[in-house]
């Protein structure tokens, strides 16, 4: 089955321990992107990765970092996470990085910083 | 920079009732517009899509005209079901951005009563 795989799904811990996120997608896709999603404010994208050691800023980079060694798996790591990036994350991927691209996502990981 | 705004939600509707979300949008360049869903507990699924003017989307009875007159691409469905409560956002693509970043709308929640 198409789909794109994210661990864990519910992630509890505290500020400034270190966590990443895996993402990982079984279509090929060149393009993959993690987005947070906030009440109110929908989702905002991290970072993206249009193919294999290709990364880039989103519109909201600040706290994390991101690496694409293999072309299915793009970690979401946050070195010292804080209260402010207590949010629902999704990892998303699309076959080419174009316009008119449907984007998959994957189910979310609910992350609580205390 | 590209923006997009939705009507404000909740909504809430009895079965059969017409539905319409209102979608606005800026954007610098010649989007393509979408429309995800989101059930609960889920990531987002792509509805349904327009690449370029005039284009109408449509899936499972939902549709949606890219007016770039307007600039608008709201969502409209003649009779709702309760398996249509989720919430919906309305999103664009813009070329002239990173690949296909999409940016998103705050979403609407939709409820559908028996």
């Known amino acids: 089955e198409a789909q794109v795989t994210q661990n864990p799904r519910y992630l509890i811990t505290v500020t400034g321990k270190k966590l990443t996120v895996t993402c990982s997608q079984n279509m090929n896709h060149e393009y993959m992107s993690w987005y947070r999603q906030d009440p109110g404010l929908g989702l905002r994208q991290i970072y993206y990765?249009?193919?294999?050691?290709?990364?880039d800023k989103g519109d909201v980079p600040e706290g994390y970092k991101v690496s694409r060694k293999e072309k299915r798996n793009f970690p979401l790591i946050l070195e010292s996470p804080s209260p402010n990036q207590t949010s629902l994350y999704f990892c998303?991927?699309?076959?080419?990085?174009?316009?008119?691209?449907?984007?998959?996502f994957g189910p979310g990981t609910r992350l609580l910083v205390l | 920079g590209n923006s997009v705004t939705q009507m404000e939600g909740p909504v809430t509707l009895s079965e059969e009732a017409f539905l319409t979300i209102n979608c606005t949008y800026t954007?610098?360049?010649?989007?393509?517009l979408f429309w995800y869903v989101q059930y609960p507990g889920e990531g987002l699924q792509l509805l349904l899509k327009?690449?370029?003017?005039?284009d109408k989307g449509s899936n499972k009875g939902f549709e949606a005209t890219y007016r770039k007159e307007t600039t608008s691409f709201h969502l409209e469905k003649g009779s709702v079901q309760v398996s249509d409560s989720a919430v919906y956002f309305c999103?664009?693509?813009?070329?002239?951005?990173?690949?296909?970043?999409?940016?998103f709308g705050e979403g609407t929640q939709l409820t559908v009563n028996p």
């Open positions: 990765s249009m193919n294999v050691e290709v990364t």
């Open positions: 954007a610098t360049g010649y989007p393509s």
């Open positions: 998303a991927s699309s076959l080419k990085a174009l316009r008119q691209e449907t984007q998959y």
């Open positions: 999103a664009l693509s813009d070329a002239l951005t990173s690949g296909s970043r999409l940016t």
């Open positions: 327009a690449t370029k003017a005039d």
